[in-house]
């Protein structure tokens, strides 16, 4: 199979963070100081990649609410606002993307990852893993049922703290495509204090991050509903001979 | 009416997504053994090839340094290589011999390495015809890092191959392309390559746009 008619729409590296954004402690000495080398002509080894949609999905892997539970004869849930996460991933032209690897992560109620390495005070809730994915649907639509994660301090001002957020990893069509982001929710105070936020400099590229409360969808007397669209890079064909 | 978080660039276009740094608990999302957390059924994880793919079998590693000289114990990466024959395997799927894609992560221990098991991968061609050396893509997300570094990995023992690659030619410093080069090195009778990524300063790894 021939990739060389197709290519997709350049990366626009003023909607992302830059490598180097020293409010941002880490990013300090994590950041190349060297030029990227543009590619001009992608290959076949930057226009395809995984295709996941064979996977064997786990029945409670999108279901944070189910998947870590200890004792389920008890009844155990984790703690928490109930939460619908849901939305489309749709590629710059609107194009749906079916059938592709959504995953997420995120700390519990109390704002506490389960990872070795996360010593927060606030303890760790035995029915909550903190990790899900899905496969997109025909029309690109995934879904996960959670809990609202806490916001919790980290060591980089002297106050610093995250807003309440989930962790975002969305495959694509192509390496080209993938994307780590996280989504931050409609309203929170913390949003426009945080240093990884502030790591972008224009606003409407971290309304790309906010995910919306979306009444319509959320279930009365059970949980409510969060929107969150991914947009990935659009793929783009080549009509005409480059002669 | 409230307006969906995806934002419009033009008439035509949408902005794509922010990237954000995948932070220091990314293992517990896309590496749940090195979080220390329960796997589920099928994980994607480092094994790219089982003992009955065909090709010459190798074993990748190295570790991760930043512009202090210390190592990054919290990277995740991903690669993406063709098979012997030169082809990819997009296909994934946990029952066949070889997948094209893998993931591996530094870890916390001393020595802090990332590691692969897979195949040597066959020569690719470049949209011109010529072909290019065998290679495989390394994208690397970590704590730190605000948008993930792309690189490519080539084989110290590949050098009439690699001397010709379009894309190795593309770097224009003969000496940064060095920074994409793995060693071989035989341990106990088994093939292992070795290349170190460092994020910045001295030696500094070539990253791509594309």
Known sequence: MTHDNKR???????????????????????????????MQQPTVSELTGPDFSHMRMGPHDNDLLLNFRQDASQGGLPQGERIMMFGRVVDQFGKPIPHTLVEMWQANAGGRYRHKNDKYLAPLDPNFGGVGRCLTDEQGVYRFRTIKPGPYPWPNDMNSWRPAHIHVSVTGPSISTRLITQMYFEGDPLIPLCP?????????????????????????MDCLAYRFDVVVRGELQTYFENQ | MKQPNSQPTSDLMLRETASQTAGPYVHIGLALAAAGNPVRDEEIWNEMAKPDAEGEHIEVVGIVIDGNGDLVRDAFIE???????????????????????????????????????????????????????????????????????????YFDDESE??????????????????????????????????????????????FFDF
């Open chain 1, 8 to 38: 997709f729409v350049a990366r626009d590296r003023n909607s992302h963070p830059p490598a180097y954004a020293p409010g941002y402690k880490t990013s300090v000495a994590r950041s190349p100081q060297q030029a990227l080398v543009s």
């Open chain 1, 196 to 220: 990884i936020v502030h790591t972008l400099k224009d606003p409407l590229a971290v309304e790309t991050m906010i995910g919306r409360l979306d009444m319509a969808h959320s279930k009365p």
């Open chain 2, 79 to 153: 690669a993406w290589q063709a098979d012997a024959n030169g082809d990819y395997q997009a296909d994934y799927d946990l029952s066949k011999p070889f997948n094209s894609f893998g993931r591996t992560a530094t870890t916390f221990d001393r020595g802090s390495e990332w590691s692969l098991a897979t195949i040597k991968p066959g020569a690719v061609k470049h949209p011109s015809g010529q072909l290019m050396a065998p290679h495989i893509n390394l994208t690397l997300f970590a704590r730190g890092v605000n948008i993930q570094l792309q690189t490519r990995l």
């Open chain 2, 161 to 206: 191959a690699n001397a010709q690659c379009p894309v190795l030619s593309r770097i224009e410093s003969p000496a940064r392309r060095q920074t994409l080069i793995a060693k071989r090195e035989e341990v106990d009778g088994k093939v292992r390559y070795r290349l170190d990524i460092r994020l910045q300063g001295e030696g500094e790894t070539v």
